[in-house]
Nanobody
Framework: QVQLQESGGGSVQAGGSLRLSCAAS????????MGWFRQVPGKEREAVAA????????FYGDSAKGRFTINYDNFKRTLYLQMNSLKPEDTAMYYC?????????????????WGQGTQVTVSS
């Protein structure tokens, strides 16, 4: 079982930047992918960005392309999400997740370990 702890959320103005971190602990033997997802009240959780931990090759959801960068530090076992040019519509709870991703990186049901989330609020 993998435990995930997110940090780095906060409040920023539009156009600003934030860097989210997700520290993994416990057994990561069956963890092949990690990703960031976000959710606002009343809406479904959506994929932001994800990668295979062995290759660090990223995949991005449409909302993140060109503005966000995901990467994984294998030595620290920490996943990062650098978010630039933030918009008010990026306001959400951001969750870190880990899984096997046999069917795809951006599918929620491929992830079986989730963090508690970190809030990101972007004001206009």
């Amino acid at each position: 079982q993998v435990q995930l702890q997110e940090s780095g959320g906060g409040s920023v103005q539009a156009g600003g930047s934030l860097r989210l971190s997700c520290a993994a602990s416990g057994s990561t033997v069956t963890t092949y992918c990690m990703g960031w997802f976000r959710q606002v009240p009343g809406k479904e959780r959506e994929a932001v960005a994800a990668l295979y931990t062995s290759s660090n090759s990223p995949f991005y959801g449409d909302s993140a392309k060109g503005r966000f960068t995901i990467n994984y530090d294998n030595f620290k076992r920490t996943l990062y999400l650098q978010m630039n040019s933030l918009k008010p519509e990026d306001t959400a709870m951001y969750y870190c997740a880990a899984g096997a991703c046999a069917q795809g990186l951006l599918l929620l049901n491929e992830y079986n370990n989730w963090g508690q989330g970190t809030q990101v609020t972007v004001s206009s």
